[in-house]
């Protein structure tokens, strides 16, 4: 038995052989994705590993305010120096980051086996184009990083697949001739581009490595663009980018913003709760002109409230996605506090993050030795594609492709399970 999953920055699935098809596994109830998120209660008896509570439900246990701590964009560690250390996980319990994700993949794994009534111990993984931008050993690190996480919680063959390649084999099951396909596979951690040939002749061939004419993509997507707006529509309210006071006449100095950064930053929330860090930002209390500001931010620290407000500039992002104004409601951290958003703001948030993506795509192409005109079509998947600026952006820059969108959230695992199929039932 054999299985492929997409493991993503914030929604996951997995798939398996089903009636000489592939079939996502049902992860929650009516769900065949789930969001990429762990929560660790804080107290509670210990099997296999700490208390714990994954997906959907993990994020209700800490809207509910549930005692413990919340684990998101875990794949976002990979490469770094993190993936080693052992972060606090609640309870006067530790964990390392990547049992974290070895807990994560645990859990796929066992709710796919619970389905197929049987063992599973081969499988596809997706992975992103690159992990880490521009530094091969640290995203080939990545990769055998979360191989070695795989392998241990029982998977004994472990093969890789681009994500967006992937797509790109959910996109050639509903051509009837034979295209260039420029895949965008844009989700919460990396933006990614794969230039593809596909056909319903070429569909059956294992080896496709011809046809995978470019990749490329670069590190920036969905979080990044929750970071910059969170930046830019609520942590002004808390003091980022605000004066401090004049001394002595010289011109006023801004406040430091290394905690707003690494509150925007969903790996990097907890790293401002440490209580050395807490101590020291009480005694910053004189580097704010305005009292207010830094009241609100030792509420944000000694209360915990870092995620709920990444939270909520997530909400504030897809709620302006297709146009218009939201209130961003913030009265959890003070009385009436609240921001707005619009999406000339978003816009403006994000705009140079949108150009790079871009840039990306036309290098993609430019690899390949072809021209824009030369692609055929365009195939939007990810959760990032959501966004209506982006696509209508990366549309512009090939306005003679047809666009086609995908499921924004399942279009990888898809992929992932027709080309696991291939591999697996070619192999016996």
Sequence with gaps: MYCAIDFGTSNSAIAIPAGGTMQLVELEAGHPT????????????????????????????????????????????????????????????????????????????????????????????????????????????AQASLESAARAVGFREVHFQYEPIAAAFDYERSTSREEIVLVADIGGGTSDFSLVRVGPERAAQLERKRDILANHGVHIAGTDFDRRIELASILGEFGYGALGPSVNGAPAREVPSGVYFDLATWHLINTVYNPARVAELRQMRSFYAEPKHHQRLMTVVTERLGHELASRAEAAKIAVADG?????????????????????????????????????????????????????????????????????????????????????????????????????????
């Design 324 to 428: 218009g104004e939201v209130r961003i409601d913030l009265s959890h951290v003070e009385h009436k506090l609240a921001s707005t958003l619009s999406e000339p703001q978003a816009v403006e948030a994000i705009e140079g993050d949108l150009a790079r993506i871009v840039d990306a795509a036309r290098v993609t192409v430019a690899q390949a030795g072809l021209q824009p005109s030369q692609v055929d079509a365009l195939y939007f998947t990810g959760g990032s594609t959501g966004l209506r600026l982006l696509a209508q952006q990366i549309a512009a820059a090939f306005p003679q492709a047809r666009a086609v969108r995908g499921d924004r959230f399942a279009s990888v695992a898809t992929g992932l399970a027709l080309y696991a199929q291939r591999w697996f039932e070619r192999a016996r």
């Design 34 to 141: 789930m969001p990429t998120a762990v929560f660790y209660y804080a107290e509670g008896p210990e099997t296999n590993g700490p208390p714990r509570a994954f997906g959907r439900a993990a994020l209700a246990a800490y809207v509910d305010g549930v005692d413990g701590r919340l684990m998101r964009s875990m794949k976002s560690i990979l490469g770094s120096s993190l993936v080693d250390q052992t972060t606090d996980v609640g309870g006067g319990r530790g964990a390392k980051y990547l049992d974290i994700i070895g807990g994560y993949l645990l859990h796929l794994k066992t709710a796919a086996e619970r389905q197929a009534g049987t063992r599973i111990e081969q499988v596809v993984m997706g992975r992103p184009v690159y992990f880490v931008d521009d530094e091969p050993e640290r995203d080939a690190q």
